[in-house]
């Protein structure tokens, strides 16, 4: 538990007594609780932290703010408009109701920004009709339905997205959530009664004497019941966690039902509203608000917090006076109409989530609707900051969110790395680490996320990051081979027609729409580039290309390591089949490579050649060579398009294989592996250990003579 305000009820602010309590000892180093000066105040509350008030702007129109208050209660942030509170051209307006200042904005905070206000309709269809809005910082709004008569609107409950309002001739009450980013409960419908939401639950009175059920607003279902004690059926409750208050009206009993301990204790009766722990209530003949402590399951002597005139309404809440049952404080307006914010001293219930509503464990970066691809939001019972992280399948953190001022974390995540490109396709996992806003407490949750539509891994045809094969077979048939999550061919998509000879190359995306492309010489010496697929479907000869030009029938390696010389896009490294000279071919703009470039000589001593990504760690592509003595060489790349001296990796490697392939990340551990095909069609795997080597090799498939090409 903490004790919100460490400056709770010490010394005196104008227009107010303020006694000290027991929970806070006092200090004169205590800095005093804050007090906000206004020209005039129509309406107020306070949930989350956050101060709402219905006032005068500089241009004179009346607005709905918003102000954010310190966990400490010390400081106020700047006002902020968050609607026209006036009447519009057409006579629309806020609904108000009587208050010692005229007339008042009837103002309910969500606790998560929003604030729910009775909207009334103007001119033309619907005219005088009314209906209840959640109005957000940005003043867009939920609405919850069809408009009511006149005066048959009113707001019963709200936390977060959920809320109970009542409306309609004859009256209906609606308990429901508003929509989230995942779902959308339909809602229940009922005969006006007692009626709270906290989190995702329905505190509701039945007609049965002192009885209460909490129904779960998303599955409809009765979560817990409650025999409270009360002499009556219930009339007004109000929960907060392990806390429901009750009252047989606002003269009759009162008590507040204990969760945890299942039985009710008695509280004071009148006009009160509840906080976390504690109830406030105004007694308007001795002129104060009075507090009243039952965090301990029973209810202390009730304490003075400070002097409020009985003024001329009856029932000042949320017009004169308020409480925030997030975790808060109390606010009041004095007679100078300055609003003063008064600490509860109340050690306050832990940290705890309430309601969430978490994105599925797939997304699209592409987006569906234009919307962001992963969106989720959280509610505590208390304000809090957050942070939100991202890791993708190698274990380094591609995003990080931050937020805070206020009971939710909403985390919107497009896809995008902290350096503002794309993240990879594949499995990414996600931290949410919440922490109070006065630092007593934490929450934190984990999930994965599958992501597609990001940027495709080295040598990926498909929308998730392990590697990828291309097969030929001997009836013309070009397959893309799709890497599967436990390190072998999972699943494969055809095209037919291909003529023998035809040499495939996986490439990178060159285009924005994040699928790679693929690199194919034809057996006449045209090389072409196929638009990627994203693993859609195969390719044919006739699907859409680009012809890049002719006499690639002079090499007899070519291969795409990846971006060689550090200007973002893949290139092209081929080998002269009468010299054995190794060229560099770097992609430009326009979809085209610049002129060859010279930077071996004579490397037929290798029976295969492939690029093989970064296999080092370094951040840049390199290459293998299989010499056909069975030895494996490994040239690093120097990031300028050349690479540095062979390295020796392994001595007698396998002189039976007679295909290698730098099949990207096949296993899914995030670093680069390599395929290599025996002479008896047996395929094997070796597992790139991310510093230039591998380790033993593992089959995984048989049968793969049947290929004439896997590249």
Known sequence: MFIRGRAALVGAVAGATVLTTAAVPASAADPAPATVATTGVYGLDFAGGLLVTAEQS????????????????????????????????????????PCDNGGCVDLMASGHGDVGVVFVDGDGDGAGTEGVQFRAPDNSYHGTGAHVPAGTARIVDTTGRAYVVNGGSPAKQQAAMYPGYTSTATPIVRTPGAASVWGTTLWAATTATGALTATDLETKKVVENAATGAPCVIKEVRAVGRWVYWNCGTTGAAGVYDRTAKKSFTVPSGPALVGDGYLVRHDRSAGELLLTDFHTGKAAAPRVIAALPAGKTADQRRLTWAVDRFGGDIAYLDAAQNIHIVPSGVPAQPLAKIASDVGDPYMDIKGVNGLPAWNSTWQFNRPVSWTYTVKDWTGRTVRTLKGGDGTEADVNWDGLTDAGGYTGNGRHTWTLTATAEDGTGKYTATGSISVGGGEPGFHDQGTYSNGDLVTLNSSGGLTIQFGGP????????SGSGWPAGTVAVPFADTGSDRCAELLVRMPNGELRQYTGRCG???????????????????????TSPGDLNGDGRADLVARQKSTGDIYFYARVAGGKFAPKLRINTDWRTYAQLTGAGDITGDGIPDLLGHD????????????????AARVKVFTDWGRSYNTMVGVGDLNGDGRNDIVVRDSAGKLFRNNGNGKGSFGARTQIATGWQ???GIF
């Open 628 to 643: 056909r003595n069975g030895g494996l060489w490994r040239y690093d790349g120097l990031g300028n398009g050349r690479f």
């Open 536 to 558: 859609r479907s195969g390719y044919t000869p006739g699907s859409a290309h680009t012809v890049i030009g002719g006499g690639w029938q002079q090499y007899d390696v070519l």
């Open 486 to 493: 436990g390190g072998v061919p999972d699943g494969k998509k």
């Open 58 to 97: 500089a241009s004179g129109d009346r607005m709905v703010f918003d102000r954010r208050v310190s966990a400490d209660a010390v400081s106020v942030g700047a006002r902020e408009s968050r609607a026209f509170a006036g009447t519009y051209a057409n006579g629309a307006h806020l609904r108000t109701v």
């Open 706 to 708: 049947t290929y004439k």
